[in-house]
């Protein structure tokens, strides 16, 4: 597959970092910028990954976060409604080293929580999940979704078109990862777990209008990647498309998403750093239903760390990256497996974590988590209304 870029990055003004005065406090030499308007800090934390949104009815968002001090760590939610932020408030769940959390809409104004932790018990990272009330009071959780003495290590999630929510992980008893799937009812209650791979790493999902899944996943030991078609919780279908990612000892696999455009297009990303700290993404392309996808091809510099929208609904795949050359975020568009366009939105913007894209009706969400030097990261979003 060859990508095809027609449209350059839009370059932002003043463009170059003044180095600042040195009062107390220091002010930061490179302040981030967007080109869409106001960059709006949520909180500061210890923590790599950036807020998780859940795009709610009435122009409502829901927007979940991890903060961490010298106390320990708070997973904490705020609502955008009438274009304002609410008070931050710290959701009763009590953690102990929370990370990778995601949040989806969930029925009646209620967010679905999803995230990694330790157990207590076991203190093996274990899946969990939560419903949260429109008034931030929980529902139903935490709830474990993955076995006692199971150690996670990825998971994918998808929402259904009933409003449930699927969720696939990849996780491990002994030495040998296997993937399992459940289901989420519209009140927060998991289904009975569903075995569906053996041998599976880092899966990702798709989802479908009439409620079925496609699942993509590496397979542990041999070389592959499998795309297997799911309906109800039935394993219909299961193959082989493409080959995995060349890697070094040294690489390390930091993600895999997937997405679809309007024609039937299926993308998988993958993220990960070289032995040698280079970041890359490597994308592989074709048919949902075909058996035969391009090999996987490493995007153009400066492209890095890409995260696709999550949204079954979007004609063109929009996916959030990074710059490895000038420390910029910004969002590229794909259609029928390639390039269309680009844009680079903010300026001084270093992460740890790929950036996320989000859609609502009426805007088009960008969120990170900017680390600094000394000091928690900053958890920041910048927004474009439609037609801006």
């Not at 519209?186 to 409620?211: E, K």
């Not at 078609?229 to 493409?242: F, H, K, M, N, Q």
């Not at 080959?243 to 070094?248: A, L, N, P, W, Y």
């Amino acid at each position: 597959m060859r990508l095809l870029l027609s449209a350059f990055f839009i370059l932002l003004t003043n463009a170059h970092c003044t180095a600042a005065p040195a009062p107390t406090p220091t002010p930061d030499p490179c302040p981030v910028e967007s080109a869409w308007g106001d960059v709006l800090t949520l909180a500061r934390a210890g923590l790599a990954a950036p807020p998780a949104l859940a795009v709610l009815p009435d122009q409502q968002i829901a927007l979940a976060y991890v903060t961490s001090d010298g106390t320990g760590a708070r997973q904490v939610m705020r609502r955008w409604i009438n274009a304002a932020l609410t008070e931050p408030i710290t959701l009763t769940l009590p953690p102990i080293q929370p990370r990778a959390q995601t949040a989806f809409p969930a029925l009646a104004g209620g967010v679905f929580v999803l995230w990694i932790d330790l157990d207590e018990t076991s203190r093996q990272p274990g899946l969990f999940s939560a419903l949260i009330a429109p008034t931030s009071e929980i529902v139903r959780g935490p709830l474990r979704l993955s076995a006692e003495n199971e150690r996670v290590y990825d998971y994918a999630a998808v929402r259904s078109p009933d409003g449930s929510l699927w969720v696939a992980w990849s996780g491990a008893r002994t030495n040998e990862a296997n993937l399992t799937l459940r289901r989420i009812d519209n009140d927060g209650r998991p289904g009975q777990p569903i075995p569906l791979a053996a041998d599976a790493l880092h899966p990702a999902l798709i989802g479908a209008d009439d409620g079925s899944l496609w699942v993509l996943y590496e397979q542990g030991t041999g070389d592959g990647v499998i795309r297997a078609l799911v309906y109800d919780g039935t394993l219909i279908e299961s193959a082989r498309i493409a080959g995995r990612v060349s890697r070094t000892p040294g690489t390390l696999i930091h993600s895999l998403y997937a997405a679809a455009d309007a024609t039937g297009t299926g993308y998988l990303f993958w993220n990960l750093t070289r032995d040698d700290g280079r970041r890359e993404t490597w994308l592989s392309t074709g048919s949902l239903t075909g058996f035969a996808w391009s090999p996987p091809e490493l995007l153009p510099a400066p492209y890095a760390w890409a995260r696709p929208l999550n949204d079954p609904a979007q004609r063109a795949v929009s996916a959030a990256v990074s710059s490895t050359e000038d420390q910029a975020l910004g969002i590229v568009l794909f259609n029928q497996g390639q390039i269309f366009a680009a844009e680079m939105v903010t300026r001084c913007t270093p992460v740890i974590d790929p950036p996320a894209l989000y859609a609502s009706p009426d805007a088009l969400i960008l969120a990170w988590s900017r680390p600094r030097q000394n000091a928690p990261a900053d958890l920041q979003i910048t927004l474009r209304q439609n037609g801006g």
